[in-house]
């Protein structure tokens, strides 16, 4: 199975600052590199699809980037709201995978 | 609006069985792709098990297989998963996801996601 591994784990962070989280995969994903987010006793909700499409709805302040093993997670200017965990996803396998998590805490 | 409802989660004792629904509205369900993805207690998600919009293709994860079975209903826009032999390590939230696009679950991205149903495998 294609291994997704995330940095960091957890992290604190003030509103208004800028966040990056790193997902790499164990072996080159191409684009197929999805990112969610899941607030406490929520499902995950659909932040970025294919590396660095922002789905409908998410707030521009969200961004995605990378292709092959190396994906980052951007967030301009954490809100309030933006205090959850995060998850990277592979679906280049049939053998879906995910990230660990990184959990994103109000410093 | 897309809309998922998982039910049938509950308290089975270990080497049980259960099935969950997932009653799926708001699309034409036949044309999508349908998974199942868990979350034990205060741990990561993980991939269960998939359908393709058809049902006419199965795949599940190598810790379900041959004791999970997914399976659809297009009548009733509802898509199952039945699970066998249970153990305590099958306990978590099953969510329920649909694929983005039509075609394949995997080269996708799943969208939107269920609130989930929680399954709890002790005697």
């Known amino acids: 199975d294609i291994q997704m591994t995330q940095s960091p784990s957890s992290l604190s962070a003030s509103v208004g600052d800028r966040v990056t989280i790193t997902c790499r995969a164990s072996q080159s994903i191409s684009n197929y590199l999805n990112w969610y987010q899941q607030k406490p006793g929520k499902a995950p909700k659909l932040l970025i699809y294919?590396?660095?499409s922002l789905q409908s709805g998410v707030p521009s302040r969200f961004s995605g980037s990378g292709s092959g093993t190396d994906f980052t997670l951007t967030i301009s200017s954490l809100q309030p709201e933006d205090f959850a965990t995060y998850y990277c996803q592979q679906t280049y396998s049939s053998r879906i995978t995910f990230g660990q998590g990184s959990r994103l805490e109000i410093k | 609006e897309v809309q998922l409802l998982e039910s049938g989660g509950g308290l089975v004792q270990p080497g049980g069985s259960l099935r969950l629904s997932c009653a799926a509205s708001g699309f034409t369900f036949s044309s999508y792709a349908m998974s199942w993805v868990r979350q034990a207690p205060g741990k990561g998600l993980e991939w269960v098990s998939s359908?393709?919009?058809?049902?006419?293709?199965?795949y599940h994860a190598d810790s379900v297989k041959g004791r999970f079975t997914i399976s659809r209903e297009t009548s009733k826009n509802t898509v199952y998963l039945q699970m066998n032999s249970l153990g305590a390590e099958d306990t978590a939230v099953y969510y329920c996801?649909?694929?983005?696009?039509?075609?394949?679950?995997?080269?996708?991205?799943?969208?939107?996601w269920g609130q989930g149903t929680l399954v709890t495998v002790s005697s």
């Open positions: 359908i393709s919009g058809s049902g006419g293709s199965t």
């Open positions: 294919a590396a660095s």
């Open positions: 996801a649909k694929a983005g696009t039509s075609g394949t679950y995997y080269k996708n991205y799943f969208d939107p």
